[in-house]
T-cell receptor, first 112, second 114 residues
Framework: AQSVTQLGSHVSVSEGALVLLRCNYSSSVPPYLFWYVQYPNQGLQLLLKYTSAATLVKGINGFEAEFKKSETSFHLTKPSAHMSDAAEYFCAVSANTDKLIFGTGTRLQVFP | DGGITQSPKYLFRKEGQNVTLSCEQNLNHDAMYWYRQDPGQGLRLIYYSQIVNDFQKGDIAEGYSVSREKKESFPLTVTSAQKNPTAFYLC?????????????FGQGTRLTVV
């Protein structure tokens, strides 16, 4: 069975600081991995996805994530946080199935 | 513009009533999904459909029903059997297939039981 664990339900950073949101997955077959962002009372928007090509994936709004098979991780990073990055972020996994499994989400707060 | 439209944005239901949430997409996607979102629990899959006239239960299907009579539409009915229906409901679609491709989401419907 597949699963995703997001460590830290809340992360707070100062504007301009590094953003690091953690995601670990469990899958018996090579996974496809996704990061989505959700602003209040809205749907989810895809930030980036890993589909077994390059292990370092670049997404929108300056975010990137690195697939590390040895650590079963797919952490999301951004070098310098903006106030507009404040939102909830979801990691998701799909592997040899027609379903997408989501983590419980991490709420990012950015302080001036 | 192509996309997914959910309506209404806010919905209030009296206890014991059935309500239907609408989801329409013009992306020509085969697969459609319904998720329920509760604080701290992420998104949980209610039902999904890979093709017209076919759908499967997700992880929390009890108290819900769906239909897929048209490729563009995948309405969700929250029945009176759903004991705790207050939540944010999200509809999504994707091209489909065994390996899940990118899912596109609607703006959600917030359902409140009054």
């Amino acid at each position: 069975a597949q699963s995703v664990t997001q460590l830290g339900s809340h992360v707070s950073v100062s504007e301009g600081a590094l953003v690091l949101l953690r995601c670990n997955y469990s899958s018996s077959v090579p996974p496809y991995l996704f990061w989505y962002v959700q602003y209040p009372n809205q749907g989810l928007q895809l930030l980036l996805k890993y589909t077994s090509a390059a292990t370092l994936v670049k997404g929108i709004n300056g975010f990137e994530a690195e697939f590390k098979k040895s650590e079963t991780s797919f952490h999301l990073t951004k070098p310098s946080a903006h106030m507009s990055d404040a939102a909830e972020y979801f990691c998701a996994v799909s592997a040899n199935t027609d379903k997408l499994i989501f983590g419980t989400g991490t709420r990012l707060q950015v302080f001036p | 513009d192509g996309g997914i439209t959910q309506s209404p944005k806010y919905l209030f239901r009296k206890e014991g009533q059935n309500v239907t949430l609408s989801c329409e997409q013009n992306l020509n996607h085969d697969a459609m999904y319904w998720y329920r979102q509760d604080p701290g629990q992420g998104l949980r899959l209610i039902y999904y459909s890979q093709i017209v006239n076919d759908f499967q239960k997700g992880d929390i299907a009890e108290g819900y029903s769906v239909s897929r009579e048209k490729k563009e539409s995948f309405p969700l009915t929250v029945t009176s059997a759903q004991k705790n229906p207050t939540a944010f409901y999200l509809c999504a679609s994707s091209i489909g297939g065994v390996v899940h491709t990118e899912a596109f989401f609607g703006q959600g419907t917030r359902l409140t039981v009054v």
